[in-house]
């Protein structure tokens, strides 16, 4: 379950949940169609007014959902490289779609840079529009946002913090690192 759900009807619910992770609070939003926002932050209010205009029919309310914050726990424990969750980005400017469809495709422990996103979607002189796509994404991590880089000097800007980039983009790298030298298999015990 990995694809960006193009959805433009309205929706009938939308439920926030709220996260305690290594970044700090964080509230996502689930709509039936999938994941509509996971943002830094603990401000309902905000949030609940961002959903009302992309959807504006939707009842809000509070919720929990176990398998997503079990899938988000595991991201920060390093133990998920991707997540089985379809993403709901009705509402958002069909570019917005499409590069943010693309940097999903981004992997675990990897970087690409704007003006790399930008050629990949046929247009290699609109780097300067992903980065705006990017920065109004909703969904962070899940649409790793933080694995687009700019070509001259590495970090740039994003939807997040300059810190909470950084410590993602460290996050993978050992991770990854990690996994690359390492000689030890995971088998069942006897």
């Given at each position: 379950m990995s694809s960006i759900d193009d959805v433009t009807h309205a929706m009938n619910e939308v439920r926030i949940v709220h996260l305690e992770t290594p970044l700090g609070p964080m509230l996502a939003a689930l709509t039936d169609p999938g994941l509509a926002a996971l943002e830094r932050g603990d401000d309902d209010d905000a949030l609940a007014a961002a959903l009302g205009r992309r959807f504006p029919a939707a009842a809000i309310r509070a919720a929990d959902d176990a398998a997503f914050t079990s899938q988000l726990g595991e991201y920060f424990?390093?133990?998920?490289?991707?997540?089985?969750?379809?993403?709901?980005l009705a509402g958002l400017a069909a570019f917005d779609r499409r590069a943010l469809s693309r940097v999903r495709g981004i992997p675990y422990g990897e970087t690409m840079t704007y003006g790399e996103v930008a050629a990949e979607l046929g247009?290699?002189?609109?780097?300067?529009a992903v980065g705006n796509a990017l920065s109004r994404c909703p969904i962070t991590i899940v649409i790793p946002c933080h694995r687009v880089v700019r070509a001259a000097d590495g970090l740039s800007g994003w939807g997040g913090s300059f810190a909470d980039k950084r410590r993602l983009l460290e996050l993978e790298a050992t991770v990854t690192e990690a996994s690359a030298t390492s000689d030890a298999v995971c088998r069942p015990g006897k």
């Open positions: 424990a390093g133990m998920r490289r991707s997540f089985d969750i379809d993403v709901n247009n290699p002189g609109a780097a300067r």
